[in-house]
């Protein structure tokens, strides 16, 4: 099974950026579509950027704008440039790989926390 670590996490302030990195074990086209999920506390964990295997992306309203999700197929990895942060922004950012044969996002990284501060 293909590992996911994040990476590129941390404290900013209101309006600053931050990239998060997605390293896969193996490769991204393991997965149809590759995904980044958020999870704030006592909140539910929702959707914020996928991208597909031929590069299609989408965002959720609130990130739209501000987020872009790219891929490096040659590194397995996955990127979120995050600009124009926002403390509602604050949350664990986890990385994720849908396998559309199963219906299922299959694997998950361990996740990586951003705290932006106003």
């Known amino acids: 099974q293909v590992q996911l670590v994040e990476s590129g996490g941390g404290l900013v302030q209101a309006g600053g950026s931050l990239r998060l990195s997605c390293a896969a074990s193996?490769?991204?086209?393991?997965?149809?579509?590759m995904g980044w999920y958020r999870q704030a506390p006592g909140k539910q964990r929702e959707l914020v950027a996928s991208?597909?295997?031929?590069?299609?992306?989408n965002y959720a309203d609130s990130v739209k704008g501000r987020f872009t999700i790219s891929r490096d197929n040659a590194k397995n990895t996955v990127y979120l440039q995050m600009n124009n942060l926002k403390p509602e922004d604050t949350a664990v950012y986890y990385c994720a790989g849908y396998i559309a044969t199963m219906s299922i996002w299959g694997s998950w990284g361990q996740g990586t926390q951003v705290t932006v501060s106003s």
């Open positions: 991208i597909s295997s031929g590069g299609i992306t």
């Open positions: 193996g490769s991204i086209f393991s997965f149809n579509v």
